[in-house]
């Protein structure tokens, strides 16, 4: 059984830093493309960061700049670093990867910014 679990949400106020953290764990031969997203109530998940297993990275417009995803292969784990944080990047964040040709989610973790 894989799975992935979360941290590093909270709240945090307008122009501070959170970093996210997703490990994947259970039975896994080999893990493709990891990446985060964002949903906000009554709206669609979106893209928010994701990342190759060779590193290679794409973000949506809104966030270049100031988040990172980075990814530690050895410990099955994505990393974003978000700075800068505004209040409209509240959102519930869900962790995603492609893990022997199936997608996985996170439960996802709550990122409340304060204006």
């Known amino acids: 059984q894989v799975q992935l679990v979360e941290s590093g949400g909270g709240l945090v106020a307008a122009g501070g830093s959170l970093r996210l953290s997703c490990a994947a764990s259970g039975s896994i031969w080999s893990i493709n493309g990891m990446g985060w997203y964002r949903q906000a109530p009554g709206k669609q998940r979106e893209l928010v960061a994701s990342?190759?297993?060779?590193?290679?990275?794409n973000y949506a417009d809104s966030v270049k700049g100031r988040f990172t995803i980075s990814r530690d292969n050895a410990k099955n784990t994505v990393y974003l670093q978000m700075n800068v944080l505004k209040p409209e990047n509240t959102n519930i964040y869900y962790c995603?990867?492609?893990?022997?040709?199936?997608?996985?989610w996170g439960q996802g973790t709550q990122v409340t910014v304060s204006s």
């Open positions: 995603n990867a492609n893990i022997d040709r199936y997608v996985y």
């Open positions: 990342i190759t297993p060779s590193g290679r990275t």
